[in-house]
Structures are given as structure tokens and as C-alpha cells.
């Protein structure tokens, strides 16, 4: 079975930083990967991806803060998280799928592979 780890998740207090983690298997070659987050009760909220040529795409309530990043030599994904919110609180999940990334994280359907999560959260 295929899985993505995350790592990195914690607690914080705004206006600090975590850098997420998202270990792959070196066997697959995932074409477009991304973050997602989700609070209880909520729809899952896509939040930045990134195709293998290096083209990234971000929802408009992380850009300027969240930088998504690859290491294709440590089959690492990552997500830098800059001047963190409380309402940044939620658990963060990395997903991939094999097809080029929809520019509008939003859209894009086709993510079928998921790591466990892990937790963030920011305090006031």
C-alpha cells in the first residue's frame, strides 16, 4: 500500500512558523503534489501544489505565507507555514495524484492518494 507521512505538525503561537514534512515512497513518481487541511465540520480546504516541472499553485488564503517545495533526491515534499493564524489551526494532509496539478487547487479532483495527517495548532 502506497503512503505519505507527514511530519512536522505541532503547536505555535501567532505570527511564528512549522515547516510540514511529507515523506513518499522512492518507487513512485507522483506528477503533481499538495497540502490540504481540514477543521471539524468543515469542507477540506485545498491549500498549494506543485507540478515536477516546479510549477506551484496556492489558494488565496495562504499565498504570501505557505511556500510549497519538493526534494525529488529525498522524496520530500514540504510546507513552509509563515506568520501563522489561529484559524491556520486544522489538520494537514499531503496528497498526490499522477496527472498535471489543476491550477486551481480548488478544482483539482484528482488527488487520490493521502497521508494520515497531522495536527496544527496556533494560539492567539
Known amino acids: 500500500q502506497v503512503k505519505l507521512v507527514e511530519s512536522g505538525g505541532g503547536s505555535v503561537q501567532a505570527g511564528g512558523s512549522l515547516k510540514l514534512s511529507c515523506k513518499y515512497p522512492?518507487?513512485?513518481?507522483?506528477?503533481?503534489m499538495g497540502w490540504f487541511r481540514q477543521t471539524p465540520g468543515r469542507e477540506r480546504e485545498g491549500l498549494a501544489s506543485?507540478?515536477?516541472?516546479?510549477?506551484?499553485n496556492y489558494a488565496d488564503s495562504v499565498k504570501g505565507r505557505f511556500t510549497i517545495s519538493r526534494d525529488s533526491a529525498e522524496n520530500t515534499l514540504f510546507l513552509q507555514m509563515n506568520n501563522l493564524k489561529p484559524e491556520d489551526t486544522a489538520r494537514y494532509y499531503c496528497a498526490a495524484h499522477p496527472f498535471v496539478c489543476d491550477a486551481d487547487i480548488a478544482r483539482d479532483t484528482q488527488f487520490n492518494t493521502w497521508g494520515q495527517g497531522i495536527q496544527v495548532t496556533v494560539s492567539a
Open positions: 506543485r507540478d515536477q516541472d516546479g510549477t506551484r
Open positions: 522512492e518507487t513512485v513518481s507522483y506528477y503533481c
